[in-house]
């Protein structure tokens, strides 16, 4: 063997293996890194995603029973509503939901009739606002509608509800949605616990509703505010309700970092839900307006 074949390396020729195979290297595990959040991230987008739809079918199931039993025995003067309140970024239902439970059926019902009314069919906590609002209760608005509310047994007279810390102008997303019921207990009307917040959906970018007529026609501000004179006869006109609900994508991969690439792309990602719902019991007549016997 001569001395030239039987050498071995020299130092630069070590170099620049050792360099090759840490680029390699480094290659191979930033795919590999890649890979991994991208599948995190398909796994997170899929959760968020069914999330939304199973929010979006509770929602609209109770819109669907909105109005059940609200007016069981058909008294006039009766100040309760299908639909209480009508906001374009949220809503607030009333209807007998658990009818089909033996034993919740007339807990707390029982204790609200034999008042105003014989027979009353529809509990506080069967009063639901669906609303977005901060996880952390940073949110500053409030939900506002007049509802019946307050008494044991019921007298037929409405009193103003203020569900607070909820997001009605929705400019700082991202939300979590809420299903937002009335403690059943009416004695504890306007104290601390007095709602009961379920949380249905995480980085909610915006919800939206459209409320329509019998024709198809969009209802004009049929809302549940304040100095809202005509509002039980226009929600007393829906007949369809419109939802809308965006999912903000940006928090799908929570190592996304503000200068990764994509990132300007990322503000862009939503993924958008919608579906139109029609109430089976809405026909009822509109109640009197505040100030009178009743109103919602």
Known sequence: MSRRSARGFTLAEALVGLATLALAGVVALALF??????????????????AARAALWRMGSE?????LGVDPDGMAGRPDEPVEAAFPTAIVLRGDLDRDDP??????????????????ATGNDEIVAYVLAKPDGSSRDVLEFDADVAEAPRDGRVERVRIERVALGQDDPPYTLYRITLHPDPARFGRAGWTVRTPLADNVRSMGFVYRDRAGAALADPAGGLDDAPGPARRAAIRRIDVELRVDLRHADPGRRP?????RRAEA??????????PRNP???????PGGEGGG
């Open 33 to 50: 890194d890649g890979a991994q959040r991208a599948f995190r991230r398909g796994d997170r987008v899929a959760e968020m995603q069914q």
């Open 103 to 120: 034993e919740a059926a007339g807990d707390p019902e029982l204790a609200l009739a034999g008042g105003a009314f014989a027979n009353v």
């Open 63 to 67: 819109i669907g029973r909105a109005g």
């Open 259 to 263: 200068g990764d690439p994509g990132g």
């Open 283 to 289: 026909a009822l007549p509109a109640p009197p307006a």
């Open 269 to 278: 990602e939503g993924y958008a839900l919608s579906a139109s719902f029609t």
